[in-house]
């Protein structure tokens, strides 16, 4: 097995990362932001305010795109398994 080989397929690993972790990511950056922006505007300074709405929109995330999610992760390891016998040899 080659450095180059090994570099690519630790770059696939992480675009493949990037892309399964997004989703999730930027909703509860998203949501982070606007309970922020309320908390500053009310004054308002109790922590369970931005962890509750972050928990409930991560969780309606997973439920929407937790399918294509798996699917990704799943074609991910599918190609690792594949390369097994070349990379041995």
């Known amino acids: 097995m080659s450095p180059d080989t090994v570099i690519s397929i630790g770059q696939e690993a992480l675009k493949t990362i990037a892309l399964i972790s997004a989703p999730c990511l930027l909703t509860v950056l998203v949501i982070g932001v606007l309970v922020g922006m309320f908390q500053a505007a009310t004054s308002i300074n109790e922590m369970t305010l931005s962890f509750i709405p972050k928990l409930i929109v991560l969780a309606l995330v997973l439920m929407i795109a937790g399918s294509w999610m ?19 040899s």
């Open 70 to 88: 798996l699917s990704i992760a799943v074609n991910f390891a599918l190609r690792i398994f594949e390369l097994i016998p070349e990379l041995v």
